[in-house]
């Protein structure tokens, strides 16, 4: 069965300093990845995706993840973090229902990022 | 471009009331859904549906009913609303095809008292 899991609910770093938030995922067949981030009574805004080709996926606003197959990993990473990065993220894994013949989504529980000055 | 409009935003319901939270898209994506969102549990699917006049349960579809008229609304349904179904509720939508993105809706924040 898919599942996705999130290994921080809460993360605090400093403005300026790195970002990582961690994801790991269990999934039967070829994935496809991506992190949604959601800010304070907001809906949900794709950051960035992974479907197979590179590895190392390029997003919005500075992130990047990297995909690796043998950790069943695909953790967030900005290099420098901002205050307006400040929101929760999730971490989803798409695959298409070949009974139902839709995409499942299954979402992770988030991680919260706060942003200190 | 609007994306995935969801109507009203807020709404305040007593036990068993009844209501319809509306959902609307105009990119003319085949495949639209509906998630709520608890404290800490991430998105869990409600209904999905591929098209015009198909829709099937999710993983939490009960007290819950939809439909699909159209290719661009999709509303739910809560007919005896309870406090269970307090939450924050997401419609999606996404292209036909493999693994596409989903683009969501601002979010509709129920309380049932």
């Known amino acids: 069965a898919q599942s996705v899991t999130q290994l921080d609910s809460h993360v605090s770093v400093s403005e300026g300093t790195p970002v990582l938030l961690r994801c790991n995922y269990s999934?039967?067949?070829?994935?496809?990845l991506f992190w949604y981030v959601q800010h304070p009574n907001k809906g949900l805004q794709l950051l960035l995706k992974?479907?197979?080709?590179?590895?190392l996926v390029k997003g919005i606003n500075g992130f990047e993840a990297e995909f690796k197959k043998s950790e069943t990993s695909f953790h967030l990473t900005k290099p420098s973090a901002h205050m307006s990065d400040a929101a929760e993220y999730f971490c989803?894994?798409?695959?298409?229902?070949?009974?139902?013949?839709?995409?499942?989504?299954?979402f992770g529980a988030g991680t919260r990022l706060a942003v200190h000055p | 471009n609007a994306g995935v409009t969801q109507t009203p935003k807020f709404r305040i319901l007593k036990i068993g009331q009844s209501m319809t939270l509306q959902c609307a898209q105009d990119?003319?994506?085949?495949?639209m859904y509906w998630y709520r969102q608890d404290p800490g549990m991430g998105l869990k699917l409600i209904y999905y549906?591929?098209?015009?006049?198909?829709?099937d349960k999710g993983e939490v579809p009960n007290g819950y009913n939809v439909s699909r008229s159209t290719t661009e609304d999709f509303p739910l349904r809560l007919e005896l609303a309870a406090p269970s179904q307090t939450s924050v509720y997401f419609c999606?939508?996404?292209?036909?095809?493999?693994?596409?993105?989903?683009?969501f809706g601002q979010g509709t924040r129920l309380t049932v008292v």
């Open positions: 999606a939508s996404s292209p036909q095809g493999r693994n596409t993105e989903a683009f």
């Open positions: 549906s591929v098209g015009a006049g198909i829709t």
């Open positions: 992974y479907t197979s080709a590179a590895t």
């Open positions: 999934s039967s067949y070829s994935p496809s």
């Open positions: 989803v894994v798409s695959e298409q229902s070949w009974t139902g013949g839709y995409n499942k989504l299954i």
């Open positions: 990119m003319n994506h085949n495949y």
